[in-house]
């Protein structure tokens, strides 16, 4: 999708706000799409939960950023969330806590929401944070049962942005990035997401019939494989940041003694350094000398 296509909202600490075309579409297909007064109230608060949790989902990632000395240049939002636009991380390390800023917002907001329902109803039920509209607690008070949206809302955003390996979500950026820390190649880790991609857009879409988040998932992992099979990695935007960004600086290894080998020496001292040596040792680990 072209994120170009955007325009202008506000402003959160000097970070630009922008929506695409879509979203206002879409928020008003969900909204108005059933007429019924109940149903349109339920659809009407969902909405305005989803707009409110993507954008501060977003400003986890830029926030984050931010505070590992990174930069946050602007957010554009739309139908299927949004997309923080930040750089200069440094290291992969960094890029990977930008990568779960966002979703680390969702808990405190879900216990936030839940909290305020308790406070209004005066009751609390577990059922309160299942991702499942269909598992609602009973209540008496209206706004309890719009709060308890909101905090369903949470879960459900929390749990497809960290438990679905799939890029483009978080979770499959953070798949990708510790791959990377972990020093495979850009190729391999690119073949595990692109797999991981396609076995989980099957499921969506014979399962839980999701048929434009499948369609979004499928359309960025074919472009991620094109590029791959082009030997062109390093030019998608998940990969190019191993060409500026670095891995943290690994500890030093203390020195320890080299592998036994039989017929090493017997003594239990190094003769060029003085310190212990362990019996059958070919060379001492401390001063690197044959005994």
């Not at 602007?74 to 991380?89: K, N």
């Not at 966002?102 to 577990?126: D, K, M, N, Q, R």
Request: glycine residues 6%.
């Amino acid at each position: 999708m072209n994120m170009n296509r955007s325009f202008y909202l506000f402003s959160i600490k000097g970070i630009p706000i922008k929506a695409h075309w879509i979203l206002p579409l879409f928020l008003a297909f969900r909204i108005f799409q059933n007429p019924e007064p109940q149903a349109f109230r339920f659809n009407l608060a969902f909405a305005v939960f989803l707009f409110a949790t993507v954008l501060l989902h977003e400003l986890g990632h830029a926030f984050t950023a931010r505070s590992v000395g990174g930069e946050a240049n602007e957010i554009v939002l739309w139908p299927l969330g949004g997309l923080a636009y930040t750089s200069r991380h440094g290291t992969l390390q960094n890029s990977l806590k930008v990568t779960l800023g966002g979703p680390a917002v969702h808990i405190p907001l879900a216990l936030i929401l839940a909290l305020a329902a308790y406070l209004v109803e005066g009751t609390f039920s577990w059922l309160t944070f299942s991702p499942l509209y269909s598992q609602m607690p009973v209540v008496q008070s209206t706004a309890a049962a719009y709060l308890i949206i909101g905090v369903k809302v949470q879960m459900i955003l929390f749990l497809f942005n960290m438990c679905v390996p799939a890029y483009p979500l978080d979770c499959g950026h953070a798949i990708v990035k510790l791959m990377l820390i972990k020093g495979r190649t850009p190729d391999f880790t690119a073949k595990l997401i692109i797999g991981s991609s396609v076995v989980v857009s099957v499921v969506m879409l014979f399962y839980f019939h999701l048929f434009f988040i499948t369609a979004f998932i499928l359309f960025e992992t074919w472009r991620l494989n094109q590029l791959r099979k082009a030997g062109q990695l390093l030019h998608h935007p998940l990969f190019a940041m191993t060409r500026n960004l670095r891995s943290a600086p690994a500890k030093k290894k203390k020195s320890a003694h080299l592998k036994l080998v039989k017929g090493g020496s017997d003594t239990k001292t190094c003769p060029h350094c003085g310190r212990e040596v362990p019996k059958k040792a070919q060379m001492c680990g401390r001063c690197e000398k044959v005994i």
